[in-house]
């Protein structure tokens, strides 16, 4: 079975300053698919980003980037120039690429909650 | 715009009571899915189904119910055998064959006990 871990709890970050949210997984598959959510006060499950484990580039969208380390089965988030409106929890998930079955789910870390001081 | 509504946002339980919560998708999705919330847990798979007239069990089913009688519907019911259903519960659909494509959230219930 696959497993996510974000291993902080908490982080905090100065506005306008550049913070790395931590995420390992564990797989014995070759070919998946990771995914950053965003979860608001409101708690809205926001799509942030996501990478095919088959691609070797990193994904990025916007100010909002990863370090994708494969054989170190690592997926970071970077958020730069840091927004208040990026205070949030954030959720580290994985997903098979075979999506047949149970094989279908996300599997999510525990979250880390991200903290911006203005 | 297409979405997942969930309803409702909050809903209390008494003791021995069995409550339902909807989850409606106009998204054409084929796959949908339940999770439970807990303070420092992430989100916990408890029911998923694939097609119509089907579901099979997630990681925490015990003491909850599904069905799925149509497409769009996939209704979760918190039935008087969990124990402690105090959590916050998210829907979640995606259109089975677009594989790198993201699941869709709804925007929760919180269920409390009364």
């Known amino acids: 079975a696959q497993t996510v871990t974000q291993s902080q709890p908490e982080m905090s970050v100065q506005e306008a300053e550049t913070v790395t949210l931590s995420c390992t997984y564990d797989?014995?598959?070759?070919?998946?698919?990771l995914f950053w959510y965003k979860q608001p006060p409101s708690r809205q499950m926001i799509l942030v980003i996501r990478?095919?484990?088959?691609?070797?580039q990193n994904a990025t969208e916007n100010r909002f980037s990863v370090n994708f380390q494969k054989a170190a089965k690592s997926f970071s988030l970077k958020i730069s120039d840091s927004q208040l409106g990026d205070a949030a929890m954030y959720f580290c998930?994985?997903?098979?690429?075979?999506?047949?079955?149970?094989?279908?789910?996300?599997?999510f870390g525990k979250g880390i909650t991200l903290s911006v001081r203005p | 715009d297409g979405g997942i509504t969930q309803s409702p946002k909050y809903l209390f339980r008494k003791e021995g009571q069995n409550v339902t919560l909807s989850c409606e998708q106009n998204l054409n999705h084929d796959a949908m899915y339940w999770y439970r919330q807990d303070p420092g847990q992430g989100l916990r798979l408890i029911y998923y189904s694939q097609i119509v007239n089907d579901f099979q069990k997630g990681d925490i089913a015990e003491g909850y119910s599904v069905s799925r009688e149509k497409k769009e519907s996939f209704p979760l019911t918190v039935t008087s055998a969990q124990k402690n259903p105090t959590a916050f519960y998210l829907c979640?659909?995606?259109?089975?064959?677009?594989?790198?494509?993201?699941?869709?959230f709804g925007d929760g219930t919180r269920l409390s006990i009364l």
């Open positions: 998930a994985y997903r098979s690429s075979s999506y047949t079955g149970a094989n279908s789910k996300l599997t």
């Open positions: 979640a659909s995606i259109l089975s064959g677009g594989s790198n494509q993201p699941q869709h």
């Open positions: 797989t014995s598959e070759s070919d998946y698919y």
């Open positions: 990478q095919e484990a088959y691609k070797q």
